[in-house]
T-cell receptor, first 117, second 113 residues
């Protein structure tokens, strides 16, 4: 079974600085997809960034980039120039194939990010 | 373009009661998945609906059931509520049975007293 591990329960970062949120994964599949979601206190899970296992380039979306190291099975999220609005829970996730042909998303335990002014 | 919508936003029930939660997927999406998120944890997969059928179920009892309508909207029903069912229930929509990125709704917070 696939597994996502986030070892940082909480992280602090100074406003305008960069921060890296760690994520490691375990899968025996050759083709897989990795995601990062942001969950503010309101509860909505907001999609941030996606990395496919065969993508040669690291994914970037604005201030978010995914540091994908396939051999190490890690998919760390880098947030540059942190803003106060970045304070939230961040989940690393993986797409897992269902035996019916569909897919579901499995999530790590999450990292709570606090941005200090 | 409306995103995923869910109703109600909050709900308070007592043990033994039944509850129905509703979800409308993002435009162009045909697949709806439901997740339960207990406090301080990541979401857990309940089940997925595609083409009006339950395609796969996670590790949840039969008290949890659902339905998908021809317009792709979906309902999650929970019978005989337990205190442990208190959680945030998230609906996610996607295209092609989840092969594309899942987009989540704002969730329904259920409190069972």
């Amino acid at each position: 079974a696939q597994k996502i591990t986030q070892t940082q329960p909480g992280m602090f970062v100074q406003e305008k600085e960069a921060v890296t949120l760690d994520c490691t994964y375990d899968t025996s599949d050759q083709s897989y997809g990795l995601f990062w979601y942001k969950q503010p206190s309101s509860g909505e899970m907001i999609f941030l960034i996606y990395q496919g296992s065969y993508d040669e380039q690291n994914a970037t979306e604005g201030r978010y980039s995914l540091n994908f190291q396939k051999a190490r099975k890690s998919a760390n999220l880098v947030i540059s120039a942190s803003q106060l609005g970045d304070s939230a829970m961040y989940f690393c996730a993986m797409r897992e194939a269902l035996n019916t042909g569909g897919f579901k998303t499995i999530f790590g335990a999450g990292t709570r990010l606090f941005v200090k002014a | 373009d409306a995103g995923v919508t869910q109703s109600p936003t909050h709900l308070i029930k007592t043990r033994g009661q039944q509850v129905t939660l509703r979800c409308s997927p993002k435009s162009g999406h045909d697949t709806v998945s439901w997740y339960q998120q207990a406090l301080g944890q990541g979401p857990q997969f309940i089940f997925q609906y595609y083409e009006e059928e339950e395609r796969q179920r996670g590790n949840f009892p039969d008290r949890f059931s659902g339905h998908q309508f021809p317009n792709y909207s979906s309902e999650l029903n929970v019978n005989a509520l337990l205190l442990g069912d208190s959680a945030l229930y998230l609906c996610a929509s996607s295209a092609r049975a989840g092969k594309e990125t899942q987009y989540f709704g704002p969730g329904t917070r259920l409190l069972v007293l």
